[in-house]
């Protein structure tokens, strides 16, 4: 059974730290890019950051979160992160990873909020509160 698994989400202060895990179980991330995707109460999914299969030679991040999160892979260890610092409570969302093999650019991969990808875990809560 192909599963992807979120962890590492919690409650943290604002200007904290967290990172995220996305590990793959039943098949092999090494020939996937992967996305991160977020979706706040209220609001529409949007892409958060992705990383191309190439050994992560390619990433993107979304605006809002450009120069405070960082991606990146271990694929020995079948596992995605998701750095994230300097959070703010406007980062408070359930963050998801996916995955398909038909979308390899890390462009397309995190348009449209994940539309498209076959993959994806059940999700990490993630709340930035004092």
């Known amino acids: 059974q192909l599963q992807l698994v979120e962890s590492g989400g919690g409650l943290v202060q604002p200007g904290g730290s967290l990172r995220l895990s996305c590990t793959a179980s039943g098949f092999s991330l090494d020939n996937y890019s992967i996305g991160w995707y977020r979706q706040a109460p209220g609001k529409e999914r949007e892409g958060v950051s992705c990383?191309?299969?190439?050994?992560?030679?390619?990433?993107k991040y979304a605006d809002s979160v450009k120069g405070r999160f960082t991606i990146s892979r271990d694929n020995a260890k079948n596992t995605v992160y998701l750095q994230m610092n300097s959070l703010k409570p406007e980062d408070t969302a359930v963050y998801y990873c996916?995955?398909?093999?038909?979308?390899?650019?890390?462009?397309?991969?995190?348009?449209?909020?994940?539309?498209?990808?076959?993959?994806w875990g059940k999700g990490t809560l993630v709340t930035v509160s004092s």
């Open positions: 990383i191309s299969r190439d050994g992560g030679g390619s990433t």
């Open positions: 996916a995955t398909t093999e038909w979308i390899t650019t890390v462009q397309a991969l995190c348009a449209g909020g994940g539309h498209g990808m076959e993959y």
